[in-house]
Nanobody
Framework: QVQLVESGGGLVQAGGSLRLSCAAS????????MGWFRQPPGKEREFVAA????????TYGNSAKGRFTISRDNAKNTVYLQMNSLKPEDTAVYYC??????????????WGQGTQVTVSS
């Protein structure tokens, strides 16, 4: 079993940056594709980004392309989401997830508790 704990959320002005972290427990983390999803207020959860177990492949949702970067450090059992040029529409609860499927888009069974990101205009 894997436990996921997100951190790094907060309040930021439009145009600013945040870096989210997801710390995973469990010895199988390095073998998992991992991803980030988000749920804006009043909307359904949506895909943000995913990364393969070795870090060689990444995918991004349309809203994240060109602004967000997903990365991981298997030695630290941590996956990151660097978010730049933030917009008010990026306001959401961000969730870490794994193991993401081989297409790097569909979520797996394990979710973190979420971290709130609020972007003010």
């Amino acid at each position: 079993q894997v436990q996921l704990v997100e951190s790094g959320g907060g309040l930021v002005q439009a145009g600013g940056s945040l870096r989210l972290s997801c710390a995973a427990s469990g010895r199988t983390f390095s073998g998992y594709n991992m991803g980030w999803f988000r749920q804006p207020p009043g909307k359904e959860r949506e895909f943000v980004a995913a990364i393969s177990w070795g870090g060689s492949r990444t995918t991004y949702g349309n809203s994240a392309k060109g602004r967000f970067t997903i990365s991981r450090d298997n030695a630290k059992n941590t996956v990151y989401l660097q978010m730049n040029s933030l917009k008010p529409e990026d306001t959401a609860v961000y969730y870490c997830n794994g193991p993401v499927g081989e297409t790097l888009a569909l979520p797996g069974n394990y979710w973190g508790q979420g971290t709130q990101v609020t972007v003010s205009s």
